[in-house]
């Protein structure tokens, strides 16, 4: 990692608390972050996992850890949220959007693990996320949630997501996201996901 990545990433690395009080550790993905992600990863219930992966995934293989924290903050962007547990930090949740031959398009996923859902973490990635790939010059995120996950669909909803049927049990979502900003604005919590985007203290 550059001088230039390291100075970006610390930029945006921030404690918040969500409105149930969970305290949180919000910073983007680093490429030692490989045990971290196994470890969620192994916190996932299968039912988790086969929403993120749209298969049963048993296993997170090499490639697709490199894959996952090797990225360059532009054309492919994570955030990660960690909790402290037993005096450590652990791995809690992950937004990622990868930018699409069509340069202002990317599409993005969200995953939290099962201890941690219906806690507003989804959320509040997705909403920086946006803010993130607004300065990256994407517009639009696209992606893919199964039918039967209430909980992700509800949170695309909220960030104001258009759903269409994309197969059988598939739905296809896009999310404008220059409207999404501006509804943003209205928000408590602009402030705090504005700065993590541009990286101010």
Do not use: C
């Not at 490639?63 to 532009?74: C, G, H, M, R, S």
């Not at 803010?131 to 104001?160: D, K, P």
């Amino acid at each position: 990692m550059d001088s230039t990545q390291a100075t970006f990433i610390a930029a945006r690395t921030r404690s918040v608390v969500l409105p149930d009080g969970t305290p949180l550790l919000v910073r983007p993905i680093l490429p030692d972050d490989k045990l971290m992600l196994l470890r969620a990863f192994d916190r996932l219930s299968p039912e988790s996992r086969y929403a993120r992966f749209f298969s049963p995934m048993p296993r997170l293989s090499a490639p697709l850890l490199d894959y996952f924290t090797e990225v360059d903050y532009d054309n492919h962007f994570a955030w990660v949220a960690l909790a402290r547990e037993a005096n450590e930090n652990v791995g809690v949740g992950v937004a990622r959007y990868v930018r699409l031959p069509d340069s202002s398009v990317a599409e993005a996923a969200v995953t939290v693990v099962d201890p941690y859902q219906r806690r507003g973490i989804g959320g509040f990635l997705l909403d920086a996320l946006i803010l993130e790939a607004l300065a990256h010059g994407i517009y639009r995120f696209e992606g893919l949630v199964l039918v039967g996950n209430t909980s992700m669909i509800a949170v695309l909803l909220r960030a104001g997501a258009r759903l269409t049927r994309d197969g059988p049990g598939m739905l296809r979502f896009e999310i404008d996201l220059p409207a999404r900003s501006r509804e943003l604005r209205l928000s408590p919590v602009y402030d705090v996901l504005r700065a993590f985007a541009r990286g101010e203290g």
